[in-house]
C-alpha cells in the first residue's frame, strides 16, 4: 500500500520503476498505489485514447487481459517530441529576428527603394497592376491610383503609400487625408501601404462603422511584413535536415542477431 504521507505516485511512473519486464495485474497495481482498481483501469484507457489522439506510444503494454508492463518506446517518443520542439522554438526565434531584420532594412531604404517595396506589395494583392499610376509625390508620401481585378476598374482606388521611420505611428490624421484625397481622383476607397504602425484611433477612423463614408484599408507594418515574407520577397529560406537515431531499427537488429543460430566451436565438421 502507498504511504499516503509522502508524495503520490503516478501510474506511469510506478510502471516505470516496477513494470519494465514482467507484467502485472492492474488490481495488483492497484493495491500498490493505495488506488480502486477501477480508477486504475480507467487511467488506462484514458492514457490509451490521449496517445491516440497525439499519435505517440502510449506508457504501457497490454500484455493479455488485465496485466500490463511499462512501454520503453514511449521515452524515446518523449525524447523525440522534446527535440522538434526544440527546433520549432529555435526556428521561431530565427523568423523573429529575420522580420527585425527586415523591418530595420525597410525603415533605411531611400525613397525611390520603398515606392518599388510598395510596387512588390501591390503585385502581390488583387489588382490591376497595369492600371497602377503615380499621381503626386511629397513628404515620404507616394499618390498612386488603380482598380481591383475583380470590379472590371469601375472603383478607382487611392493607394497612400508613406514611408515611415522605424516602429512610427500613423495617427488618424492620415486616415482622414487619404479620405479626404478620394473625390479628387473619383475614388470610392482608399488603401494605406506603409512600414509604420497605425494606432488604435486610426484603425478605428478607417473603419468609421456609425457612418456612411468611403473605407480606408489598412496594410501597415505586420500585413506588409507578412505579404514579404508569404511571397518570398526580400527573404530567403533554408530547408534544415536533422537526424535522430532509430531506437526501433537497433532493437530490431538485437533481436534478429539473437535469434541466428551460432556455429559449435567444437564442430569438427567444417572445411578444414
Same mark, same amino acid.
Given at each position: 500500500m502507498a504511504d499516503s504521507r509522502g508524495p503520490r505516485i503516478t501510474l506511469r511512473e510506478w510502471l516505470a520503476e516496477n513494470a519494465r519486464g514482467e507484467p502485472i495485474h492492474?488490481? *495488483?497495481? *492497484?493495491?500498490?498505489?493505495?488506488?480502486?482498481?477501477?480508477?486504475?483501469?480507467?487511467?488506462?484507457?484514458?492514457?490509451?485514447?490521449?496517445?491516440?489522439?497525439?499519435?505517440?506510444? $502510449?506508457?504501457?503494454?497490454?500484455?493479455?487481459?488485465g496485466l500490463y508492463r511499462y512501454n520503453e518506446l514511449c521515452e524515446a517518443a518523449k525524447d523525440e517530441q522534446k527535440i522538434d520542439k526544440e527546433i520549432r522554438d529555435r526556428v521561431k526565434e530565427v523568423n523573429w529576428w529575420a522580420r527585425n531584420e527586415v523591418n530595420e532594412a525597410i525603415a533605411r531604404l531611400s525613397m525611390d527603394g520603398f515606392a518599388q517595396l510598395a510596387s512588390n506589395v501591390l503585385a502581390n494583392i488583387r489588382i490591376r497592376v497595369d492600371d497602377v499610376k503615380e499621381r503626386d509625390r511629397y513628404n515620404k508620401t507616394i499618390i498612386l491610383t488603380g482598380s481591383w481585378l475583380d470590379d472590371g476598374g469601375r472603383a478607382p482606388v487611392v493607394f497612400y503609400v508613406k514611408k515611415c521611420g522605424l516602429r512610427?505611428?500613423?495617427?488618424?490624421?492620415?486616415?482622414?487625408?487619404?479620405? !479626404?484625397?478620394?473625390?479628387?481622383?473619383?475614388?470610392?476607397? !482608399?488603401?494605406?501601404?506603409?512600414? !509604420?504602425?497605425?494606432?488604435?484611433?486610426?484603425?478605428?477612423?478607417?473603419?468609421?462603422r456609425n457612418y456612411t463614408v468611403p $473605407?480606408?484599408?489598412?496594410?501597415?507594418?505586420?500585413?506588409?511584413?507578412?505579404?514579404?515574407?508569404?511571397?518570398?520577397? !526580400?527573404?530567403?529560406?533554408?530547408?534544415?535536415?536533422?537526424?535522430?537515431?532509430?531506437?526501433?531499427?537497433f532493437e530490431q537488429l538485437n533481436s534478429e542477431g539473437s535469434s541466428c543460430p551460432t556455429s559449435d566451436p567444437g564442430d569438427s565438421s567444417r572445411a578444414q
Open positions: 492492474y488490481k *495488483a497495481i *492497484a493495491e500498490a498505489l493505495g488506488r480502486d482498481p477501477a480508477s486504475v483501469s480507467a487511467s488506462l484507457s484514458i492514457e490509451k485514447a490521449q496517445a491516440e489522439r497525439e499519435v505517440r506510444p $502510449p506508457y504501457f503494454v497490454r500484455v493479455k487481459a512610427e505611428k500613423i495617427t488618424r490624421e492620415t486616415i482622414l487625408e487619404i479620405r !479626404g484625397l478620394l473625390p479628387n481622383y473619383q475614388a470610392n476607397q !482608399g488603401v494605406l501601404i506603409s512600414n !509604420g504602425i497605425c494606432t488604435e484611433d486610426a484603425r478605428e477612423a478607417a473603419v468609421q $473605407p480606408v484599408h489598412i496594410m501597415d507594418n505586420e500585413i506588409i511584413l507578412n505579404i514579404l515574407f508569404e511571397s518570398r520577397t !526580400g527573404v530567403k529560406s533554408r530547408k534544415l535536415e536533422i537526424f535522430i537515431k532509430d531506437d526501433d531499427f
